[in-house]
C-alpha cells in the first residue's frame, strides 16, 4: 500500500483549521440555563383553560368500584419510604358514599383523606409527594370531579408550576393527571397573556424561541436559544367563523409538529414557528355558557416554509353527519358529529346548552311526475342527554313501512343554526 507524505506545515494548518472549526461550533452551541420553579396553588381546576380539562379523549378518568375495593391511582411512587421499603402505590376507596384516599398508608381514614362523593366541587384537594426514576419528588395536588355516574370521576390537577423564563411568567401544567409534567404533546404550557398550548421541545417566549427540556417533577426546567428556519403562521386569515358573534371568544387553536406545539388567539393571531409539517389540534372555542373543542381532521395538515406566512384553513362550513340504523320497530337516529371545512371536528361541552332537535316526517311520492312531498305533521324525538356527557340515539316507534325524511336541527351560538336531512327506508318488521 503506497505511502502518502504529508507536508509538516500542510498538516500543522490542517490541524490548526480543525481545530479553530471545532472550537468555532461548539462556541456557537449555547450552554441550557438552569431555571427553577415554584408550585402554583389553582382556585379551580379550570382557573386556566388547557386542553386537558375540556377534551374528553385527554381527561383521566377513574371508575372507582362500588364495592370498597382500593384502585391504584397509578401516580408515581418511585423509590423508597422513611422507612426503607418500596414506597406503595396512591389508592383511592369509594365507600358509603364517600372517597378515601390513604395519603400517608397507615390504612386508615384521617380527616384530611375523605370527601363526599357527590360533592358537585369536587372532592379533594388530595396533596401527596410523588417520586419519580430520576430520584426527584414534589408535591402534588389533585381532585375528584363527579361524572353524573355511579363510581365515575375525572381527575384534575390543582397545582400548576411557575417558572421565569425571558423575564415572563410561564405555567407548567400536569394536563394528563398522570402526577408527571413532562409528556410531550399530552401537558401544557402557558406564557402571561397568551393561550395554552401543549408542551413540546420548543417553546416561544415573548417572541423569542427557545429549546427546553421539562423534568418529571418540573422541580427545575432548562432552557436555551433555538436557532433554527422559521416562517410565519397566520392562523386567523384563512379562518371563517361558523356564528357572527361579538362575544365568540377562541381561548386557544394549537398546531402541533413532531418537536412542538404552538397555540394562537385572536388577540395573537400571528407566530414565527420552526419550518417544517404542522397539523392544527386543537381548539377551544366560548360564548356564554356554551363552549366547544375543536380537534384536527383528514385535511388540517399544512406546511411552514422559510421567510414565507402559511394560513391554514379552517372554521365555516360546518357539515352535520349521523346515521339511521333500524330493528324493525323502530328508527334509530344515532348522534350527530360536526366537521368544518378542513375536515376538523367540533365537538359540544355539553349538549344541554344547545338546541339539538330530531324529527321524522313520510315522504309523499306522487306516481306520475314523480314530486316528492312531506306529510305533516312531523314525528319529534329526543336524544337523551346523560350527566357524564354521552348522548344516547333518539328513537321512533309505532312507525308503518314507509320511506321517512329524517331531520336532526341544531342551534348553537359557537356553530349556528345547522340543519341535515336523510331519506331512510323503512320497513317494518313485528316480533
Known amino acids: 500500500m503506497p505511502i502518502v507524505k504529508v507536508c509538516p506545515g500542510l498538516l500543522l494548518s490542517l490541524i490548526f483549521a480543525f481545530g479553530i472549526g ?29 386542553p386537558g380539562m375540556y377534551d374528553p379523549d385527554l381527561a383521566k378518568v377513574y371508575t372507582l368500584p ?15 419510604g422513611k422507612d426503607d421499603k418500596p414506597r406503595p402505590a396512591l389508592q383511592a376507596v369509594l365507600k358509603g358514599g364517600s372517597i378515601w384516599v ?21 372532592i379533594g384537594p388530595f396533596i401527596w409527594e410523588c417520586s419519580y426514576q430520576d430520584g ?4 402534588y395536588a389533585f381532585r375528584f370531579m363527579p361524572m353524573g355516574e355511579e363510581g365515575k370521576f375525572k381527575f384534575v ?23 408527571r409534567y ?8 402557558m406564557q402571561e397573556g397568551k393561550p395554552a398550548t401543549f408542551l413540546g421541545h420548543q417553546i416561544i417566549v415573548d417572541g423569542k424561541l427557545f429549546e427546553i427540556v421539562v423534568p418529571p417533577a418540573c422541580q427545575t426546567i432548562q432552557v436555551r436559544p433555538a436557532k433554527v428556519e422559521t416562517g410565519k403562521v397566520d392562523m386567523f386569515n384563512s379562518f371563517k367563523q361558523p356564528m357572527k358573534a361579538d362575544n365568540l371568544r377562541i381561548q386557544t387553536v394549537i398546531i402541533q409538529s413532531k418537536d412542538a406545539s404552538f397555540s394562537f388567539d385572536q388577540q395573537n393571531p ?5 419550518v417544517g409539517a404542522y397539523d392544527i389540534v386543537f381548539a377551544l372555542i366560548e360564548r356564554n355558557q356554551e ?7 383528514e385535511r388540517t395538515s399544512f406546511a411552514v416554509e422559510a421567510n414565507k406566512a402559511a394560513t391554514p384553513t379552517w372554521g365555516s362550513p360546518i357539515k352535520m353527519t349521523y346515521s339511521c340504523d333500524s330493528d324493525g320497530r323502530r328508527i334509530i337516529v344515532n348522534k350527530p358529529a360536526f366537521h368544518g371545512a378542513s375536515g376538523e371536528e367540533y365537538i359540544f361541552g355539553d349538549l344541554r346548552k344547545i338546541t339539538l332537535v330530531t324529527y321524522v316526517m313520510i315522504i309523499d311520492k306522487d306516481p306520475r311526475s314523480g314530486v316528492e312531498t312531506l306529510r305533516q305533521p312531523p314525528i319529534e324525538a329526543k336524544f337523551e342527554i346523560l350527566k357524564s356527557g354521552e348522548v344516547k340515539p333518539a328513537f321512533f316507534e309505532r312507525l308503518r313501512t314507509a320511506e321517512y325524511a329524517v331531520t336532526i336541527d341544531v342551534k348553537s351560538g359557537i356553530l349556528g343554526p345547522i340543519t341535515e336531512r336523510q331519506h331512510v327506508s323503512f320497513v317494518y318488521k313485528p316480533n
Open 22 to 50: 471545532a472550537w468555532n461550533a461548539s462556541a456557537e452551541e449555547e450552554a441550557w440555563e438552569k431555571i427553577p420553579t415554584t408550585e402554583v396553588r389553582l382556585q379551580n381546576y379550570k382557573q386556566f383553560a388547557t
Open 66 to 80: 362500588a364495592d370498597g375495593k382500593p384502585l391504584d391511582l397509578d401516580l408515581p411512587h418511585e423509590g423508597k
Open 102 to 122: 390513604d395519603m400517608d398508608g397507615d390504612g386508615k381514614a384521617g380527616s384530611n383523606e375523605v370527601g363526599r362523593a357527590d360533592n358537585p366541587d369536587g
Open 136 to 139: 426527584t419528588t414534589g408535591s
Open 157 to 179: 390537577r390543582q397545582f400548576a408550576r411557575l417558572a421565569k423564563i425571558a423575564g415572563k411568567n410561564v405555567l407548567f401544567f400536569d394536563d394528563n393527571g398522570n402526577g
Open 182 to 189: 413532562d409528556d410531550i404533546g399530552k401537558d401544557a404550557v
Open 270 to 274: 400571528q407566530a414565527d414557528v420552526p
Open 291 to 297: 363552549s366547544v373543542i375543536m380537534r384536527k381532521g
